[in-house]
Nanobody, 123 residues
Framework: QVQLKESGGGSVQAGGSLRLSCAVTGDLASVNQMAWYRQPPGKGREERELVAAIRSDGSANYADSVKDRFYIFDNNTKNAFFLQMNNMKPEDTATYYC??????????????WGKGTLVNVSS
């Protein structure tokens, strides 16, 4: 299993950019997918939405609302991954969480979450 810690949140004006980072520690080889989720203000955990995910083969997918604006990537050692956010909009305001999914051994799946970092986009 792994532990995750986000950094890089803050305030930005509409049209600006931010980069979020997620530090990953633990059994890196057990991770199959790393992702960013976000939870808008006033919304519950059940309304947390997938923003972007990257898999161990390097393939990635994005929410329609962020395509061509946000980019997910990792470093070569897989102990960190990032979300580059460009042309940001007020509706991007949320707490952003990094997430990792994988397996311990052959049959024990796990999901790990960071504690979140707040992003505020002003108009």
């Amino acid at each position: 299993q792994v532990q995750l810690k986000e950094s890089g949140g803050g305030s930005v004006q509409a049209g600006g950019s931010l980069r979020l980072s997620c530090a990953v520690t633990g059994d890196l080889a057990s991770v199959n997918q790393m992702a960013w989720y976000r939870q808008p203000p006033g919304k519950g955990r059940e309304e947390r939405e997938l923003v972007a995910a990257i898999r161990s083969d390097g393939s990635a997918n994005y929410a329609d609302s962020v395509k061509d604006r946000f980019y997910i990537f990792d470093n070569n050692t897989k102990n960190a991954f990032f979300l580059q956010m460009n042309n940001m909009k007020p509706e991007d305001t949320a707490t952003y969480y990094c997430n990792a999914e994988g397996h311990i051994g052959a049959v024990s799946p796990f999901t790990s979450w960071g504690k979140g970092t707040l992003v505020n986009v002003s108009s």
